[in-house]
Structures are given as structure tokens and as C-alpha cells.
């Protein structure tokens, strides 16, 4: 057929499509509107409290973030008598339509919303009356309004439309008919038979449909049905689509509007699933449910009917979709202990899939954490984003750096936001990377980020598309069904070790910052309450404040969503959530306190002041006492009174002072003229760290003109003028030898303290930051002396080897990498590390270690980061490597100091007098890390977190507890007992593969 001929048929099909849709709804009379607006949400039983508007179409109603209670009324006229009554409802904002009682019915959406309109369109505006009227029906309804598009968007805050209105049903079947096999025939081979057939029956159709009648339609839809009936043969590739609403639990809006939104999309699921009866639905997110639970009861009861009758799949196993490079390793797995334990709880339901679509990159360490909790399994389609390499595949097993594999798959369509369409089937047919070895994929159709789910739009077009000749069959099943058939292909997938990095947003290791520093304070003051109140409880006390400890874990957990701590969400979120920070932070100390009172009560302090070190291994620092430096030795995870770990320093060892020179025992440290490093020799190795002519601590700061997400990749050749040194002096304070600095750039100001203390063997940066720039970006770096390939960054639970060239495009896209407490450049005898206490995005190249400090994007907030910042690193010069130098303890030691208890209570009746203070945890391998002590979630057995942190195994290592202990063993993430482990003399001996995480359990006596 020529193609002029098919250009004009194709012209008229169009055509004749959109103006079936058109036909679809006719007006019959507007409803009367009225409105309360308030500034927050109010419930429904006070929705008349707001500021009363009565409304017509063009009436303005609210501003951005505005909310009220709508109210629509009228009488359905006598002549629409045994048609289907429809009313089309449009506010330029979020709508959710309620019962009688309040309860959540049905989400709307306005038309106009921002969107990706290549993947559909999101707008929702219909809500059904009767399928065949009586006439004379009243319409009286209520509906709770955001004045926010899906994506936080003002659009104008005016009323668009309310009207009822009559539904054209079969001209609504037959605009999908011809929606369906239009984008068949754009999806076929442009030769194919196939393609040639659907196109003269459309055609035909089209031609009958020019005077659209009731017996035009009649005969159009019949022309069209023979090819909506053509079913394919024996399919090479199978289709899983399950219904899918990605939901930002804070992104572009508060959190609280979250909460509507998970209202608004579950309720229009529900209303959904009435009508069509093969539609299966899943979400993700527990603290999503709990929401629903505390604020949506009867909603959340509906839900859970319909999880019991299994059309609605819970997925994930962790609390939120979470960032998974910045919360450290206990926070990782808290998100999957809370999370399965709530699903487990509230419905029953063993979660076996991690669910993550949208995350900035994927930790190493995950797997093994998976695995030990029962999740067999990993979604995610993020690194279809990647910028200059495309991942290799879309089913494989992920492999972490301990080994654990996992059976990971991401959608061929690249999205989680799927129009259910033919081009959906087509993309992923042609694009499915191992399509060779696998005859199944995953498809998630519906709209999301800003939630809403999937419309009739979806359902229709799946209703079309089970077996349709021309493309791979879609059934809709739950993802935990697809998973189980993908298993059975497993022995033919290939592995991909170590992380998956996401070649984008890297700008999220440091936008955001005080939000960063929280959650690192939040992370730590929880881990340190934990360990007093746990051993506290071990030694017979009582008290242990677990409720109120899940909690505040909880909120934290919250804040680690993937769009909160990364620093991608508007200005409202941080403000808020600072807030909660600081009331959480302080809630988090006073048990500390509380907790470690209990403690000392126990042992017979007797009003002494009491050090306590919850690291597991004997410790040596500088502490303050009544305007006096005390050197002190502190035992492994143990306590000690203070008179009795004051311990003497050779004179040798104190630092001296002088004009640009810091010095004591271990280094020498020279200052440039402008503030920076020019040298620090290593005494012990012998050693310059810093490369001849280069420097260190020098801040630069950079143009950065990029978002929240992504700075430009060629940031470092736009140096934004010079950082000017103001103000330095040099003098002893105590123990420690002190250059303080300050530095003065644009409209801001860096102080930093600069030391040296009494036999360290690391140079201290405390900084503090009055930050008013915007579109910069501030980095300090260390030209170092080091010649090494790799640099090892730490992760949660072990570390990853990563280039330090950029030979590859691979190596040239992760330029900036995320690390935790360290990053370390070794040569075999000899190596340098960067600490931090809060700062995650790091750069290595050659032997230059580089930390991202601060970053000010305006978008999407415009004051992000313009304000009075605290932080501190360190330069760590060692001999041997990162492993052998122990580098791990010192980055541990570098964030978790000593707690000093001055006012220790009296010793109470059967108190030991002090003579149990002594350390009651330890363990003899140096690579062996008790990351963590809490106490067990369904007892008061004492639950521990090992790991190996070097990389290699341990063939023996012994546990020595010094509390009376009956039994031990090993336990899965989810606390389920395994291995019974012996206890001999007070010891449990253990082995470790290489970066394992171990969770021992000890039921004390």
C-alpha cells in the first residue's frame, strides 16, 4: 500500500479517535459548589470550620498548599432516565471523594497535572452515579482538596469544572478499542500482515464513523472485534503487569500532603478493583499502611480485605523505599526488620521482595542483608538512568561483596509509571536485555511519584491486551508470582558483583547537608541508648525504653527516604524535619542518659563521675574534667570510673606550637601561607603524606549550577574565585597543639580549628560554615603522596576497592562516590585516610583525596544549604594498608567519642561498689566489629550485630561476655533462632567469611 494512502488512513483513524473521546461525556447540569479552605488539613467531622466559599467554574479557591473541604450537590434531571450517570469533577487540585462517614471513596486528579505525557495522561475527574438512572437521583457529596497538582505544582487554585453528566458507554468501549489496536498497528512491523489488516479495519471503521449514530457505533465496534480477538501462538516472552502507584512519601510536597495522597490513590484502587475484577494492585512502604491505619481506619480495613482475598500485594521489605548509600548499616537493617515485622503483623504477609524503583544507587552490602531476612528477591529500575553506560542487564543475580547473591530484575520498560499500552509490550519485548535467557518480565503500569495509580485507561487497555496477535501476552499477577516463575530461569542469568552505581545524582551524597548530620547524630545517639540500656538490662536492671526506641526509629527510618536525606525535596520538608531532628535528638539523649544512670546505679558508681565506651575494644582518649585535660584508658564496650582510667603520657608525646607548625610524637604539620597544608610527615613511618609541591585542606569553592540531583560533570574547571584566608594564630589548648583560621568567601565566612592532640596520629578539622552563597559548591581536598589504583571507601558493613583513574568511561562516570566514615589511599607500607563525622560524597583521582563539603543548588529549594553549618574530618597518615592500620576503628572512634557520666547516682542496695565496672563485651579479632547491641523485639535477650570489616576471613575469633550469660545463638536479621553457639568460660568462639554480618543472640542469667 503506498504510503500516501496509509498517511491519509492514518490521518482519519486519528481523527475519528479523538472525537470518540470527546463524545464519551455529555454535560447535563453544574453542580452546586461550595468550599471551607483552610491553611492544613482538618478532619472530616470539622470540614465546615474553614473560610466558606461558594464557587462557579473560574472562581478561585486557594494557594499553593491551600486545603478544603468541597462540597457538590445537585438533582440528576428526569430526562437521563436509564442512562449512565457520571459527574466530572475538576478543581485544579487533589481530590479525594468521601462516604457518608468520612472514609476515603475515590481520588481525583486534575487534568492538567505535570506529568510525563509520553506514558499517558494522569488527570482522574470521573466519578460514577448509576449505571442506568431513575432520574431525580440528588448528588450530595463531599471531597477533601489539596490546591497541588500531583507533583506540588500551583495551577491556578480555581474551580475547572462540576457537572453531571451522561457516560456514553459504548462510545467509551470503542474510543479503547480504537486506542488499542491504533498503537498495535505503530507497534508492528511496518510489512507485517498483521499491521496491514488493523489498519483497513480501522480505517472502515473511521468511515462508518462519520456520522458516529448508535448503529455507526454498533458497527464499528464490530468491524473492529475480529482483531481485538486475534490471540498469538506460543509466546516467546510472558508479561507480568501488576497495578503500581510509586508513592514520594515527601518530595515536591510535605509529607503531610502525603498522607492525603496515599488516601486518594488506595481509595480509587479500591473503587477499581469493584469493576474490574482481574485488576491486581500492589505499594510498597509500611509507614505508608501505618498512616492509613491512624488516619483512614475504615479505608485501611477495606485494604486489607482485599490483601486477605490476595488482589493487593504489600511490597518491599523495608519500612520507606529508602536512600541505601547514606544510612548506615543498622539503620539498613532496622528499614527491613520494622518493615517485614509490620507487613508479618498487620497482614500476615512474609514479604520475600525488596521493592526499591527509584533509589540513587545500591550498596554492596545489601544482599547479604537481604538474605538474611528472608528477601529472596530485588526490584528496581533506577539504573536505567544511568548516564554513559547502560547496565547489562535487566534479570540477573546481584552479587554483594560478601558473596550473597540476589535475584534482581528491572522492568524492560524503564519505568514504573507504565501506560499499560501496546508500546508498553512492544518496548519491552524489543528492549529486554536478556530475553535469551529469560521468558518472563515485570511490568508496572499506572501513575506514580506523585501517586494516583492506575485509571481506567490501564485496565481498559489491559482488558485488550492479555493475548492480542502482535505482541507478548500481559497478565495481571502479583510481582511475588512473576518472581516465582523468573527463579526457575536462574541457573542461566548472569552475576554482577559489588555495587550497582548509578551513573546520576550524585549531587545527593551532599545536598542538604544539616539533614545529613542529623541523620548520622540520630544513627549514632540511637546506637549508643541501645548499648546502655541493653547492658543495663543485662545486668539485672530494669526499664528498657523499647517503645518509645522504635519509636524515634521509625521517624528517623522516615527521613532516610529517598527523596528527604538525599536532599531532593522542596524547602517545607527540611524545615520540618529539622525541627523533628532536634526534638528527636534531644528525646534520643535523655534516654542515653537515662539509660547509662541505670547503668552505673547497678555497678555502685556512688556518685563518681563514670566514663563508658561502647566500642568493642579498649580505647584511649583525651577527655575535660572540672577545667582540666585527663588522658584515660576505657575498656572494650565497658565502663570505668574516672579515678581509675586517668592514665600518664610521656612528656614526649605533648604536641608543641609554633607559627605555622603543629607537632607532636607521631607528626609534623606545616601550613601554607594561605591556610592549607604543605606538609605532614609521619615520624613513625618515616613518611611525607602529602606530594612534593602538593597541599592539603584546600577549599575551593566551584560554580554549580545544577539541582538538588546532579552538578555539572565539568564543575572542577569552573573555580569560582579564591577562599581568602582572614585570620590564623597558632597555640597550645590543653593537650592539643591549635591553628585556628578563618576564611572569608563572597558573603560567607569558615572557621576552622585546625589540631593536633598529644599522641594522636590524625590531623582534626573542625569547621563551622556560615554558607550564603548560591550555585557553588564548597570542597576540601589532599593532594596526597600516595600511588594506588584503588581506593577503599568504606560502606555500611565493609568497604569497596574503587579506580582511582579514568582510563574508562565506566571509571569516568563515577567520578563522585559515596563512602562512609572513610576513604583510604594505600600503598602496601604506607597510606593515607580521610575521616569524616557527616559528609558522604567523595572524589579520589590519582593520589588526590577530595571531600564534598557543601553544595547550594535552587532547585527544588531555593535556600538549600544557605546556613550555619558544623562538621569535621580528619587526615589520618598509617603505616601499612587501610586493613592493617585499622582504619575502620579509627572512623568509628572519629564519630563515637566517650560518654562521661559526672553525676552518677548513689549506690543503690545490692550494687557491686564499682567492681563491675570492667568490659563487658569484647572480641579478639581486630577486623571484628560489635556494630551494634540492642535488646531482642519479642524478649530481653541481648541481640548483637558482628561483622568482618577487613575483607578477609576469620577462622577463630572468641566473643567474651562479662555478664552472666545461659545460651547463645545465631539468629537471622528477623531475630529467628538458628545455630545453638557454645558459651565456655565466658566465650563464644566464632568464624567469619570475608565482610559477613553475623546476628548473635545471648539470653543472659
Not at 190 to 214: F, Q, W
Not at 647 to 667: F, I, Q, W, Y
Not at 867 to 880: C, D, S
Amino acid at each position: 500500500m503506498p504510503q500516501e494512502i496509509v498517511e491519509v488512513m492514518m490521518e482519519r483513524i486519528k481523527q475519528t479517535k479523538e472525537r470518540l473521546s470527546e463524545r464519551i461525556y455529555r454535560p447535563l447540569v453544574p453542580l452546586a459548589v461550595e468550599a471551607w479552605v483552610t491553611r492544613e488539613p482538618v478532619p472530616f467531622a470539622e470540614r465546615e470550620t474553614g473560610s466558606y466559599r461558594k464557587l462557579e467554574p473560574g472562581d478561585r479557591w486557594g494557594d499553593l498548599w491551600d486545603c478544603a473541604w468541597f462540597r457538590f450537590r445537585g438533582v440528576v434531571p428526569a430526562e437521563a432516565q436509564g442512562q449512565k450517570i457520571v459527574l466530572l469533577i475538576d478543581v485544579n487540585g487533589e481530590l479525594c471523594v468521601v462516604d457518608e462517614a468520612g472514609t476515603p471513596r475515590q481520588g481525583l486528579t486534575n487534568v492538567n497535572s505535570e506529568f510525563e505525557m509520553k506514558l499517558g495522561k494522569p488527570g482522574k475527574r470521573v466519578v460514577e452515579v448509576a449505571d442506568a438512572c431513575s432520574g431525580g437521583e440528588e448528588v450530595d457529596l463531599w471531597a477533601d482538596a489539596g490546591c497541588n497538582d500531583l507533583f506540588g505544582l500551583y495551577r491556578s487554585g480555581t474551580l475547572k469544572e462540576a457537572d453531571i453528566a451522561v457516560c456514553n458507554e459504548a462510545i467509551r468501549s470503542l474510543y479503547y478499542d480504537f486506542e488499542v489496536l491504533l498503537e498495535l498497528a505503530e507497534q508492528v512491523p511496518e510489512r507485517s500482515s498483521r499491521r496491514a489488516r488493523v489498519m483497513r479495519k480501522l480505517h472502515e471503521a473511521a468511515l462508518t464513523l462519520t456520522d458516529p449514530t448508535g448503529e455507526a457505533i454498533e458497527r464499528a465496534t464490530a468491524l473492529l472485534a475480529p482483531e481485538l480477538r486475534r490471540r498469538g501462538g506460543d509466546a516467546e516472552l510472558q508479561v507480568s503487569a501488576i497495578g503500581h502507584a510509586h508513592i514520594d512519601l515527601a518530595w515536591l510536597w510535605p509529607i503531610r500532603e502525603t498522607i492525603r495522597k496515599g488516601a486518594r490513590t488506595f481509595s480509587t484502587v479500591l473503587r477499581n478493583m469493584e469493576k474490574y475484577p482481574e485488576y491486581v494492585f500492589g505499594a510498597s512502604q509500611p509507614q505508608l499502611y501505618q498512616w492509613m491505619k491512624e488516619h483512614y481506619p475504615e479505608l485501611y480495613a477495606q485494604i486489607k480485605e482485599r490483601v486477605a482475598e490476595g488482589r493487593w500485594e504489600v511490597q518491599g521489605a523495608m519500612w520507606v523505599e529508602p536512600d541505601v548509600n547514606i544510612p548506615g548499616g543498622e539503620a539498613l537493617v532496622r528499614q527491613i526488620l520494622y518493615g517485614k515485622r509490620f507487613f508479618l503483623q498487620e497482614f500476615g504477609v512474609e514479604t520475600e521482595t525488596l521493592w526499591l524503583p527509584d533509589v540513587f544507587g545500591y550498596t554492596g552490602s545489601l544482599p547479604q542483608l537481604l538474605a538474611s531476612s528472608g528477601v529472596r528477591y530485588m526490584m528496581t529500575q533506577k539504573l536505567s538512568w544511568s548516564v554513559y553506560n547502560q547496565h547489562p542487564h535487566h534479570s540477573f543475580i546481584w552479587e554483594g561483596i560478601d558473596g550473597t547473591g540476589i535475584l534482581t530484575h528491572l522492568p524492560p520498560e524503564d519505568t514504573y509509571n507504565s501506560p499499560a499500552a501496546p508500546r508498553s509490550l512492544a518496548k519491552i519485548e524489543r528492549d529486554y536485555l536478556d530475553k535469551g535467557v529469560s521468558g518472563h518480565a515485570l511490568m508496572l503500569f499506572g501513575i506514580g511519584d506523585g501517586g494516583g495509580g492506575p485509571g481506567e485507561e490501564h485496565l481498559e487497555r489491559l482488558s485488550r491486551l492479555s493475548n492480542l496477535s502482535g505482541l507478548p501476552p500481559a497478565k495481571q499477577e502479583t510481582s511475588l508470582a512473576f518472581f516465582r516463575k523468573l527463579e526457575e530461569e536462574e541457573p542461566l542469568l548472569e552475576r554482577h558483583r559489588g555495587e550497582l552505581y548509578l551513573e546520576k545524582h550524585q549531587g545527593t551524597l551532599t545536598t542538604q547537608a544539616r539533614s545529613k548530620r542529623y541523620n548520622r547524630l540520630m544513627e549514632l545517639a540511637l546506637r549508643e541508648t541501645e548499648f546502655a540500656a541493653s547492658l543495663a538490662l543485662a545486668l539485672g536492671g530494669e526499664g528498657y525504653p523499647g517503645e518509645m526506641l522504635e519509636r524515634i526509629w521509625k521517624e528517623v527510618l522516615l527521613y532516610q527516604f529517598h527523596d528527604i536525606v538525599p536532599g531532593s525535596s522542596i524547602g517545607r520538608v527540611y524545615d520540618e524535619s529539622l525541627e523533628r531532628y532536634e526534638v528527636l535528638y534531644k528525646e534520643t539523649l535523655e534516654l542515653q542518659r537515662e539509660a547509662y544512670v541505670r547503668l552505673a546505679g547497678l555497678l555502685g558508681a556512688n556518685g563518681e563521675p563514670v566514663l563508658f565506651n561502647s566500642l568493642p575494644w579498649e580505647r584511649e582518649e583525651w577527655i575535660e574534667h572540672e577545667g582540666e585535660w585527663l588522658a584515660v584508658r576505657v575498656p572494650s564496650m565497658g565502663g570505668v570510673r574516672l579515678t581509675e582510667a586517668s592514665r600518664e603520657l610521656p612528656t614526649a608525646s605533648m604536641p608543641v606550637c609554633a607559627e605555622g607548625v603543629l607537632e607532636n610524637d607521631r607528626l609534623l604539620v606545616r601550613f601554607a601561607a594561605d591556610g592549607s597544608l604543605s606538609s605532614v610527615f609521619d615520624k613513625a613511618a618515616g613518611r611525607e603524606a602529602l606530594a612534593a609541591g602538593g597541599r592539603g585542606n584546600v577549599l575551593a569553592v566551584f560554580h554549580d549550577l545544577g539541582d538538588a540531583w546532579d552538578f555539572p560533570r565539568d564543575y572542577r574547571q569552573t573555580t569560582a574565585g579564591e577562599i581568602k584566608l582572614k585570620q590564623a594564630d597558632f597555640r597550645l589548648e590543653g593537650p592539643r597543639a591549635v591553628s585556628r583560621q578563618v576564611y572569608t568567601y563572597g558573603q560567607s565566612e569558615i572557621r576552622q580549628t585546625v589540631s593536633l592532640a598529644a599522641g594522636a596520629d590524625m590531623v582534626v578539622f573542625e569547621t563551622e560554615v556560615d554558607w550564603r552563597e548560591s550555585g557553588k559548591m564548597l570542597r576540601t581536598s589532599f593532594d596526597t603522596s600516595i600511588r594506588a589504583d584503588m581506593a577503599s571507601c568504606e560502606i555500611q558493613f565493609g568497604y569497596l576497592r574503587r579506580p582511582t583513574s579514568r582510563n574508562t568511561l565506566h571509571e569516568f562516570a563515577r567520578d563522585e562516590v559515596c563512602a562512609q566514615r572513610y576513604i583510604d589511599l594505600s600503598e602496601s607500607d604506607f597510606g593515607v585516610a580521610l575521616l569524616n563525622d557527616c559528609k558522604y560524597g567523595h572524589r579520589t583521582e590519582g593520589g588526590t583525596l577530595d571531600l564534598n563539603l557543601l553544595r547550594s543548588p535552587s532547585y527544588p529549594d531555593p535556600n538549600a544549604d544557605r546556613a550555619t553549618h558544623q562538621f569535621k574530618y580528619a587526615l589520618m597518615p598509617h603505616k601499612g594498608d587501610h586493613v592493617r592500620a585499622n582504619v575502620v576503628r579509627r572512623g568509628y572512634e572519629f564519630n563515637v567519642p566517650p560518654v562521661v557520666l559526672y553525676d552518677s547516682p548513689a549506690a543503690r542496695p545490692g550494687a557491686t561498689n564499682g567492681e563491675g565496672f570492667r568490659s563487658w563485651l569484647s572480641i579478639d579479632s581486630p577486623a571484628l566489629i560489635i556494630d551494634s547491641v540492642k535488646k531482642a523485639e519479642d524478649g530481653d535477650e541481648l541481640v548483637l550485630r558482628v561483622y568482618e570489616s577487613g575483607g578477609s576471613p576469620v577462622a577463630c575469633a572468641r566473643l567474651s561476655i562479662g555478664f552472666p550469660c545461659a545460651d547463645a545463638w545465631a539468629s537471622t536479621i528477623m531475630e529467628e533462632r538458628g545455630e545453638s553457639l557454645s558459651i565456655k568460660d565466658g566465650h563464644v568462639e566464632l568464624e567469619f567469611r570475608p565482610f559477613e554480618v553475623k546476628t548473635i543472640v545471648l539470653r543472659c542469667q
